[in-house]
């Protein structure tokens, strides 16, 4: 699936398209969301979902790995570094 196909989905075929075909990468936390990434062939998505109610109230898509800052600069290497 190409990018532009995902986007003109449906909010119940976009769901259905990141559980049976997105691979789960990574979460963070935002003060009013939970921020699910996952990675499909050639893009990524970002799900919003709201703390209060649980609904996924955005997807944000991309392809550009500039995007995936915020997730990588949550992984902790540091006892990477350490010998």
Known sequence: MKLSE?????????????LQ?????????LVDYMLFLFHLPG?????WCSKETKDIREYK????PAHLT???EAIPIDHLLKK
């Open 6 to 18: 995902f986007i003109v989905l449906t909010q119940e075929k976009k769901r259905f398209t990141i």
């Open 21 to 29: 075909e997105g691979v789960p990468i990574a979460q963070r936390e």
């Open 43 to 47: 893009f990524y998505v970002e799900t």
């Open 61 to 64: 898509v991309f392809h550009n």
């Open 70 to 72: 915020p997730y990588l």
